[in-house]
């Protein structure tokens, strides 16, 4: 069960209903999704976000298709549906749960063999559930694991949204969180607004106040001085990406956290599913980082600050290397001072 009463992504009436982040918290709708390439837009256009999200969503879209092209032919069908992975593989390039989610609907269809459509479809749609079940269920056990990490009274700063809305529910970095309240410990949470899309602000801290867990926003250049203060106990993140060695990519942002948090003696977590630990990839030197529109930076909605003309870089993520990260979160227990040997083990037990 989701647990939260945040339904990220929902099936309603043979359609993926997702939840529009980009105008929370001012509206609270949905958007229905009948087919892989309006999955795909949805996901290139921050309507959902968050890898587990987007690894669920991606699930669905593929089972969208399928049950769009169910009458077709055989050929058809797989010409048709090969396009629709495609253009669900193209929506977005650092968060690895969306490929890991393509590569395990594709192990699907290719173990129905020369099955018909119609029963390809119902049983990518039954996988696309499943896929989506479990997030839930591997988030409450980090949250579990993560919690224990936390003192009674523990002041947490996060970065990014990590919560129900970047999952199936309960939520990675924010699991954590919900876990340590539903164990009786009275902690609160710090959220640095996340610039420039501004998902701390937006996103955390309107799940934190629906749910009454205190919580304090701050803009993403005050933290150092809270720590300095010591005002921060722990950071707890989310990350869209972990490569083999332990590094980790996370939104924008994340990487001069963890510095700061090094400078102060300040244990930095980062909680992740398997899913999200890319061993193809040695270290974060090879993760692809997304850059996207410089709109996102010159202002926000209808508001412009920045003067017509100027030059705007807006990478989208950064990379934290190992020797920062306290330790790894994960489904299967936390990771101290990650590397690539305790990596490995996590998948060999």
């Not at 032919?73 to 977005?92: I, M, V």
């Not at 490569?243 to 994340?254: E, H, L």
């Not at 003067?307 to 920062?324: E, K, S, Y």
């Amino acid at each position: 069960m989701n647990m939260t009463g945040i339904e990220t992504l929902r099936w309603r009436y043979n359609k993926l209903e997702m939840i529009d982040q980009r105008i929370l918290p001012g509206r609270f709708d949905y958007i229905a999704y009948d087919c892989a390439a309006s999955v795909a837009e949805g996901i290139r256009s921050m309507v959902v976000r968050g890898a587990p999200a987007i690894g669920c969503a991606a699930a669905y879209g593929v089972a969208l298709e399928a049950l769009r092209l169910r009458e077709d032919t055989l050929a058809g069908f797989a010409e048709k549906l090969d396009l629709g992975f495609k253009s669900l593989a193209e929506s977005r390039p650092t968060a690895v749960n969306l490929f890991w989610a393509l590569e395990r609907m594709r192990g699907v269809w290719a173990s129905m063999g020369t099955a018909e459509p119609l029963q390809i479809a119902g049983r990518l749609l039954q996988e696309a559930h499943e896929i989506s079940a479990e997030d839930i269920r591997i988030n409450r056990a980090m949250g579990d694991f993560g919690a224990a990490l936390l003192k009674d009274g523990a002041r947490v700063l996060t970065h990014c949204n990590a919560g129900a809305l970047a999952t199936a529910g309960w939520g990675t970095a924010l699991g954590v969180i919900r876990s340590a309240k539903a164990q009786g410990k009275q902690v609160s949470v710090i959220a640095d607004e996340t610039r420039p899309f501004l998902q701390g602000a937006r996103l955390t801290a309107w799940e934190m106040v629906q749910e009454n867990i205190p919580v304090t926003l701050i803009t993403d250049n005050m933290s150092g001085y809270l720590m300095s203060k010591g005002e921060v106990d722990a950071v707890v993140v989310g990350t869209d990406r972990v490569a083999a060695n332990g590094d980790v990519a996370n939104k924008i942002g994340t990487y001069m956290v963890a510095v700061l948090a090094r400078r102060h003696g300040i244990p930095f977590y980062v909680a992740c599913p398997l899913s999200t630990i890319d061993r193809s990839i040695a270290s974060g030197a090879d993760i692809p980082i997304e850059e996207r529109a410089p709109e996102e930076v010159s202002g926000f909605r209808d508001c412009q600050w920045a003067a017509p003309g100027v030059a705007i870089r807006n990478p989208a993520f950064d990379v934290t290397p190992a020797d920062l990260v306290t330790g790894l979160i994960t489904e299967k227990g936390v990771v101290l001072s990650p590397n690539s040997e305790k990596i490995a083990k996590l998948f060999s037990s």
